[in-house]
Each structure stands twice: as C-alpha cells, then as structure tokens.
C-alpha cells in the first residue's frame, strides 16, 4: 500500500454527481433553490451548483431518453419532511407515485429524477427496508 492511499488501497473519492438533463438550467435551479447552493458556473454542457463539502452538483445536457426508475437517487434530510413536500412541489417538482408501501416520502424533480425526502437524524427500518416515518 502506498503512503497516500486509504486503508482499502483506493484513493478514489466521490467528487461530482452530475445528473442528465434535458433542461440543465431549469434543473439546476430547482436543485439550488432546494438545497441552497447557487449556481456557480456553465461549462460546456454543464451548469454547477456550488461545490460543498468537497462534493460538486453538476447538470448535464443531454438528449437520451429518461429511463423509467433510477439506478441511483439523492435522500435528502430536513426537519420537517412534508413541509419540504410542499415546497418541491412549489418549485416544479411532484410526489411519485407507487412507493407509499416502503414509507419513504419519494419526489421527483422537474425532470423525474428521483428523490427521497428523509427526516433528519435516525429513523427506524424495518428487515424489508420500510419505514414509517411519514405516520
């Protein structure tokens, strides 16, 4: 093992999400007005939110179709998750449907993509996977 690499051997890290988009504008100023990061730059056919916790959000341009179900999806964490329901909804996105049985509170945004709303702190799980922290 090299003196710079972690305890795995890997110096990798995560230094950017970037989600497609067909409007990276439009997407990227809902995802800054939710998480309350400005957008700092346009590259290309990129637009940046800030960069935060060494993490950057970035939104690309792209004209492949959406797929119907993400592979991956953001939880996001607040204190009082159905007023963050109303407040998506406010800014263009929507409550998806077909995921009440899990107990998560899932979103989409302007595009779909989507999200889990989560309260902070712990919440309990079930051995499925569910919760009940919306009751």
Known sequence: MTDNANSTGSRMRIN??????????RLATFWSELLGRPVV???GPYVWLRREQGLALGFQRTDAPRRPKNRMHFDVSAPDPA????RVE????RRLEGYDDGGFLVMGDP?????CIIPEGTFELD??????YLD
């Open 16 to 25: 950017a999400l970037i989600v497609d988009a067909a409007d990276p504008e």
């Open 41 to 43: 730059g346009r590259t």
């Open 83 to 86: 007023a963050e329901q109303r």
């Open 90 to 93: 406010a800014l263009g996105g």
């Open 111 to 115: 595009e779909g993509n989507e999200f």
């Open 127 to 132: 051995d499925d996977g569910r919760t009940d």
